[in-house]
């Protein structure tokens, strides 16, 4: 069976299996104070455009999720979100559990714009009662979102904009950001999110990492005290320099971009294959997601020898499913893709 239902099925790029290696019988010091994380950090500034980021090195997704905003906010403000937002359906009510409200907006192909942001802050900032209700004090977003779709550029400087000016913090969430980066006919880069963001992360659990997130901190208000917050939140990993080795073994080079960037093409081959064989797409992604809708029967005939992930029923007939490429996808896996994508 070839499996194409998420990028983290396999275990870590090679290169990042040798660091390891190669480093095991070395001694560091614990908790992320290590020179192998000094490196890292290093190493992804190069690529922000700016050298006063705080970096820091979590585990997992959903942790560094529920950490960034227990960092963040008191205890009455809230987050604004898509309602596809991975804190609002994926994370079995994280955010919700450390204290905070997740205010879901309506997204479309999981984005929200500047305007419905506005809207959310001017209802909260005009209210007679705001004791009564929860303050907006964050907006998060997906880069790319939970569809796979990406902002463009100037949707990122309007949603910025929007958030400086009603004193919201902007954080991006990044799990996916090296698909997001190499987005076909996409316009943002690195230094766009280190400049428009108060803080993001950047995946490596999903984009050739065994484990891993850097959560990149640019402004000055949420530096201060956030390892302690990571510590109360369980997410100080005792052997930090684990994460720092793999973290610089996949900036040194730019190997990041370019194992994200080629899974990004192979999904476009299967693209193009189910628009050839006249099978509709749910939304037309640029990344290394692609979310179709499929009829019974052709879902029969792929799960012969494809795993791919159930998202929802359309009507009796069909189904949309997605079919995820990641840093590990072979290309003779995507042929034998689009070939049976193209016989059905």
């Not at 069976?1 to 299996?17: E, F, Q, T, V, W």
């Not at 204290?99 to 005009?126: M, P, S, W, Y």
């Not at 050839?276 to 792929?302: C, H, R, W």
Request: net charge negative.
């Amino acid at each position: 069976m070839i499996r194409l239902n998420n990028d983290y099925n396999k275990g870590a790029h090679p290169s990042i299996i040798e660091a390891l290696a190669a480093h095991n019988d070395e001694s560091y010091a614990g908790y992320g104070l290590d020179e192998l994380s000094e490196k890292a950090a290093a190493e992804i500034k190069k690529y922000l455009g700016r050298d006063d980021a705080d970096i820091h090195f979590l585990v997992g997704g959903t942790q560094t999720n529920y950490t960034v905003i227990a960092s963040a906010l008191r205890p009455y403000e809230s987050v604004l979100s898509a309602d596809s937002g991975h804190i609002n359906v994926h994370e079995t009510g994280a955010v919700e559990h450390i204290g905070h409200k997740v205010e879901a907006l309506k997204n479309k192909d999981g984005k929200i714009t500047a305007a419905q942001i506005r809207e959310a802050a001017e209802t909260f900032k005009t209210s007679t009662v705001p004791e009564h209700i929860t303050e907006p004090k964050m907006v998060y977003i997906s880069f790319p979102t939970e569809y796979g779709a990406v902002y463009r550029k100037d949707e990122l400087e309007d949603i910025s904009r929007v958030c400086r000016e009603y004193g919201l913090y902007l954080f991006i969430d990044g799990a996916r950001l090296g698909y997001g980066l190499a987005a076909e006919g996409g316009n943002v880069t690195l230094k766009d999110i280190a400049r428009l963001a108060d803080v993001f992360y950047i995946g490596g659990t999903k984009c050739g990492a065994m484990f891993g997130e850097a959560v990149v901190i640019c402004n000055d208000e949420l530096k201060k005290h956030f390892r302690s917050s990571i510590k109360q939140n369980g997410g100080m990993l005792a052997k930090g320099w684990l994460t720092g080795l793999q973290f610089y073994t996949l900036f040194k080079d730019g190997l990041y971009f370019e194992i994200t960037k080629k899974a990004v093409q192979q999904a476009m081959q299967i693209k193009h294959a189910f628009a050839d064989a006249g099978i509709p797409s749910y939304i037309s992604s640029p990344t290394n997601q692609q979310f179709v809708l499929l009829t019974n029967e052709q879902m029969e005939k792929l799960s012969e020898k494809y795993i791919y992930e159930f998202e929802f029923r359309s009507g009796i007939d069909y189904a949309c499913v997605r079919f995820c490429t990641s840093w590990a996808t072979k290309d003779e896996e995507i042929d034998e893709l689009v070939a049976d994508i193209l016989a059905l």
